[in-house]
């Protein structure tokens, strides 16, 4: 599994159409700790142990650009950004990561795992902080374009369960866990509507389960999206 992003900085990259690849592209989506990031690693070492190589990346994050936009969105005070300048930086960072590190790997055949993608701003910005859907999707348009994943798995888990798993964890807390349970809850309503608009990417999985048993879904999910490769039955 690589963990850190391929060595194509500084040269132009183009954009190949997801279709022409050969790798797969696989987001995970929720709200605060739902547990996305230990399924990521999981689901990584499974198909890697199927001889698939993988990718883990996040958003917002990813590459060293998107980087260093994480850091002016996380830290800081609640109101730091007016939220369409948010959603701005996010589809900017975006942008970047998946020019210099998504689409160069699927094109390598590998398998891309992203701990968040597009669908994030459309919960968070969107259904959270009360951006307009119309805006948030032409910028969705003008950064990403077709490069959708093929996959979006959907971590669900109530607002103040995910809370109490993200309060144990030692790291710093993050600008948006500060933001108001009310705002969270409208993400996690947004997010199940997303997947209900687009059940042929999207599965909602529920999050309150042990992580083996949540891996167990997951699993399932890819082996039945990615049926055609032989390599998951072996
Ligand atoms: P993380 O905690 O999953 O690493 O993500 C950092 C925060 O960024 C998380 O609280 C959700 C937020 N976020 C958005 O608000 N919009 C986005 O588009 C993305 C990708 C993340």
């Given amino acids: 599994m690589q963990t850190h992003p391929p060595g194509v900085w500084g040269t132009k990259v183009m954009t190949p159409p997801v279709t022409t690849t050969t790798g797969r592209f696989i987001s995970f989506e929720g709200g605060e700790g739902a547990g996305k990031s230990t399924q990521s690693r999981l689901l990584c070492a499974r198909l890697e142990n199927h001889g698939i190589e993988t990718l883990a990346t996040r958003e917002p994050g990813g590459s060293p650009g998107a980087e260093h936009i994480r850091n002016l969105l996380v830290s800081g005070a609640v109101g730091r950004w007016e939220p369409l300048t948010e959603a701005l930086l996010h589809n900017a960072a975006r942008r970047d990561h998946l020019q210099r590190v998504i689409l160069p790997a699927l094109t390598r055949g590998v398998w891309v795992i992203s701990d968040r993608f597009a669908d994030s701003t459309l919960a968070y910005q969107g259904y959270g902080q009360g951006v307009a859907h119309e805006k948030l999707n032409q910028m969705r348009d003008l950064a990403v374009g077709d490069a959708m994943p093929e996959l979006t798995l959907m971590l669900d888990i109530p607002v103040a369960d995910g809370f109490a798993r993200t309060h144990s964890r030692a790291d710093e ?57 032989a390599r998951l039955n072996g």
Avoid at 213 to 225: D, K
């Fill in 173 to 229: 807390t993050s600008r948006y866990e500060k933001m108001d349970s009310a705002m969270h809850e409208r993400l996690r309503q947004g997010f199940l509507a997303i997947a209900a608009a687009e059940p042929e990417r999207c599965r909602v999985l529920s999050a309150a389960a042990n992580a083996d048993n949540v891996h167990q879904l997951i699993w399932q999910s890819v082996c039945e999206r990615f049926v055609e490769d």
